[in-house]
C-alpha cells in the first residue's frame, strides 16, 4: 500500500512538472500579453498565485455510533498553472500549495503543516470583457509532513509518530477531490469559492469493535493574482 501510494505521489508530481515545462519551452503555448484589456483569446496560457482561507471540518465516522465532526481553520499558498486544451476555452490546471491546518480546544493545540498537489479541469466562459466566469473540478494528493497536538502545559505529541499513537497514527499521505467557481476580474485578479474533501483518511483504525474513520472536508475561500 505504501509503495503504491508514493507511486501515486510521484505521478502526479510529474504530470504537474511535465505540463508546466511544456507551457515553459513549448512552441505551441507561448503566454504572449498584449497591451489590451484582454489578452488575447479565450485560450491562453497562464498562472495564477493565489491564497485561501480553508474552512475545514475533521469528520469521524464510528461504527454503531453517529458521527462526529471537529473544526478547524486552514490557510494554503499556492500556485497553478492553466493550460489550453484546443480551440475550446477549457483548461488543465496542475499545480502545488502549502497547507496549515490549526485548531485550539479545550486547552488541546493542534497543528498540520502539508504539502497539496492538486490537478483541475477548468472551463472559461467570457462574460465580458474583464470578467469570466470559471468552474472547476479535479483531483488532489496531499502529503502530510508535519502535525502535532499539545495540551497547555504539557509535551508535544506527533500525531504521525506510530510508536506513540499505534493504529491510530494519522497518514502521511491523501487522496481528494474539489470543485468549485473562480471569477477571473481585468485578468489580473481572481477569487472564488469551492469544497473540498478527502477521499483517502487521514486515520483509519479499530478500538475493540469500533472502526473509527477520519479525514477532512469544507470550504476554500481564493484570493489571486494572476499574470
Same mark, same amino acid.
Request: glycine share 10%; charged share 15%.
Given at each position: ?9 510521484? *505521478? ?8 508546466? *515545462? ?12 498584449t497591451n489590451s ?7 491562453? *496560457? ?87 466566469? $470559471? ?19 504539557? $509535551? ?30 481585468? $485578468? ?30 469544507g470550504f476554500d ?7
Amino acid at each position: 500500500m505504501k509503495q503504491l501510494r508514493l507511486f501515486v505521489v510521484a *505521478a502526479m508530481a510529474a504530470i504537474s512538472m511535465s505540463a508546466m *515545462a511544456q507551457v515553459t519551452y513549448g512552441n505551441d503555448y507561448q503566454y504572449k500579453p498584449t497591451n489590451s484589456t484582454i489578452y488575447g483569446s479565450d485560450n491562453e *496560457a497562464f498562472g495564477l498565485f493565489y491564497a485561501q482561507y480553508n474552512a475545514t471540518t475533521q469528520h469521524m465516522t464510528v461504527t454503531n455510533h453517529d458521527s462526529e465532526n471537529e473544526s478547524l481553520n486552514g490557510i494554503t499558498l499556492g500556485y497553478s498553472h492553466f493550460i489550453p486544451l484546443g480551440d475550446i476555452p477549457l483548461f488543465v490546471s496542475p499545480g502545488g500549495a502549502v497547507q496549515y491546518f490549526f485548531k485550539s480546544k479545550d486547552g488541546v493545540k493542534t497543528n498540520m503543516i502539508s504539502l497539496k498537489i492538486p490537478i483541475n479541469l477548468m472551463y472559461s466562459f467570457q462574460v465580458s470583457d474583464a470578467f469570466r466566469i $470559471e468552474p472547476y473540478a479535479g483531483i488532489y494528493g496531499r502529503i502530510n509532513i508535519w502535525g502535532q497536538m499539545k495540551e497547555d502545559g504539557g $509535551e508535544s505529541l506527533n500525531f504521525f509518530d506510530s510508536d506513540k499513537m499505534g493504529d491510530a497514527a494519522a497518514k502521511r499521505f491523501q487522496l481528494g477531490w474539489n470543485a468549485g467557481v473562480n471569477f477571473r476580474i481585468t $485578468e489580473a485578479f481572481t477569487i472564488g469559492a469551492g469544497y473540498f474533501m478527502d477521499i483517502l483518511k487521514l486515520q483509519d483504525y479499530t478500538v475493540g469493535k469500533h472502526d473509527i474513520k477520519t479525514n477532512f472536508q469544507g470550504f476554500d475561500i481564493t484570493l489571486g493574482v494572476n499574470f
